[in-house]
C-alpha cells in the first residue's frame, strides 16, 4: 500500500470507530473500490451502513450502487431500492 493510502486508512480507520460518518463513508468506499486495501464486500457495506445511519447521503448512494452491482457486489434489487430511496431522502450535507 502506497505511503499516502497507508496514512490515510490508520487515520480514516481511527476517525469511523470514533463515530466519524465521514470516514466511515471514505473508510468504506476504499473497501467497495479496492483504493489501498483489499476489495472486501463485507466490510465495505459495514463502513457505509454505518455513515448512512448518520445521514450520510453519499454512504447511501453508494450501498445503492453497490447492491445494483454497478460496483461488483451481489445483485440485490430490494437493498438496492431502500438505499437509493434513503439516499433521495437524505440531507445533501457532505
Do not use: H
Not at 29 to 42: R, T
Not at 49 to 56: N, T
Request: charged share 25%.
Amino acid at each position: 500500500m502506497p505511503q499516502a493510502l497507508d496514512q490515510a486508512f490508520t487515520w480514516l480507520s481511527s476517525a469511523a470507530q470514533d463515530g466519524r460518518r465521514v470516514a466511515a463513508c471514505l473508510l468504506g468506499e476504499m473497501y467497495l473500490k479496492s483504493e489501498g486495501v483489499p476489495q472486501d464486500f463485507a466490510k465495505a457495506p459495514s463502513w457505509l451502513e454505518q455513515a448512512a445511519g448518520q445521514g450520510g447521503m453519499f454512504a447511501c448512494y453508494c450501498l445503492a450502487r453497490m447492491y445494483g452491482a454497478e460496483l461488483g457486489a451481489t445483485r440485490d434489487a430490494a437493498r438496492r431500492d431502500f438505499w437509493r430511496n434513503m439516499a433521495a431522502r437524505a440531507d445533501i450535507d457532505e
